[in-house]
């Protein structure tokens, strides 16, 4: 449950470069209806220009014809950064040949290579398999057929759904710990972990929705309906238990081991209170225990917490107080 990584940032930049509905996708797909191949570096920075030999300068307008046209030569073709102008064509590339890579085929190979070594996006179009392969970030992704990535698209947003709905029954068991104090760091490790499996199935749902661009207009709609707010939710679990989720896989605690939460998860069901509050009160009391045990002038202490806001914390927690109590008996 950590944030993007620059690698994800920058495949998904490039992927949405080449997503249906773009002039260089339309482009590429020309290449591959004519059965040829191609090697394309989405950048023309000093650091590209300097493992080029040969080729001529273009500087042109970039259209999708003139990208197959050009890809009739055996060199590689030299994007602007933004993919609008075609800067060189019939390139030779030198890469570092110390450079890592798991390909085998030249072009892929060279491909790999670039954009490692010049963190610039690379993608490269096999001639003979007509494999269109994207490399950015030091990843590799591999464009696939839009019909097939619909499919998969939709079979993951119903995992998301089943896994989902057993992670709202672990947020919900938590939440009623937490306000009777006896929550323990295995139920916090069941949240978190079937947490990270959510946001894993969203990242590639997201990393999908990219890929797809104008044909994902629903798939978008759908995930932001059944992932919605429980990304923020997750990560005020974390910030409740920050030891915990440091450690959550397993090591340096024991599953019975009570754990406090600070209580930031709950303080942001109360309306008009800013995370900024939130963070304050919680600083201020430490712990969720000491909090509900809080009257409201007590609350209204905390700087920024007027007594309107103190009272308004304090009926909520009350509220869920109560509505545990309740749930034991039905």
Request: net charge negative.
């Amino acid at each position: 449950m950590n944030p993007p990584s620059t690698a994800n940032d920058a495949l998904h930049a490039a992927l949405a470069m080449v997503a249906p509905g773009k002039p260089l996708r339309d482009g590429i797909e020309r290449v591959v209806r004519a059965k040829m191949g191609a090697l394309i570096v989405l950048s023309d920075s000093p650091e590209v220009l300097a493992i080029c030999g040969g080729g001529f300068l273009l500087d042109a307008e970039f259209s999708p014809q003139r990208l197959s046209e050009l890809a009739k030569m055996d060199g590689a073709i030299i994007l602007g950064s933004n993919a609008s102008r075609i800067a060189r064509a019939n390139v030779h590339l030198m890469p570092d040949p110390t450079v890592p890579t798991s390909e085998t085929g030249t072009r892929h190979r060279t491909a790999e290579r670039v954009a490692r070594s010049l963190q610039v996006p690379v993608i490269s179009i096999s001639e003979e398999m007509s494999v269109i392969n994207v490399y950015a970030g030091g990843l590799k992704h591999q464009l696939q057929d839009i019909g097939r990535l619909l499919d998969r698209a939709n079979q993951a947003l119903q995992t998301l759904e089943r896994y989902k709905a057993r992670l709202d029954d672990a947020l919900g068991n938590l939440t009623a710990l937490e306000v009777e104090d006896v929550v323990t760091v295995r139920d916090v490790a069941a949240v978190v972990q079937r947490g990270e499996m959510v946001r894993r199935i969203a990242a590639e749902i997201e990393t999908m929705i990219i890929e797809l661009g104008v044909d994902a207009r629903l798939l978008r709609l759908q995930l932001d309906e059944v992932f919605g707010e429980l990304e923020n939710e997750l990560e005020l679990v974390l910030a409740d238990y920050p030891t915990i989720a440091d450690s959550y896989a397993g090591t340096g605690h024991d599953g019975d081991t009570s754990a406090s939460p600070k209580g930031l998860r709950l303080l942001a069901r109360v309306q008009h209170l800013s995370p900024e509050l939130a963070l304050a009160v919680t600083t201020h009391f430490s712990e969720l225990a000491k909090l509900q045990r809080a009257t409201a002038s007590e609350i209204a202490v905390v700087p920024g917490i007027d007594e309107e806001l103190a009272h308004a914390i304090k009926d909520t927690l009350n509220r869920l107080t109560e509505t545990s109590i309740l749930d034991q008996y039905h």
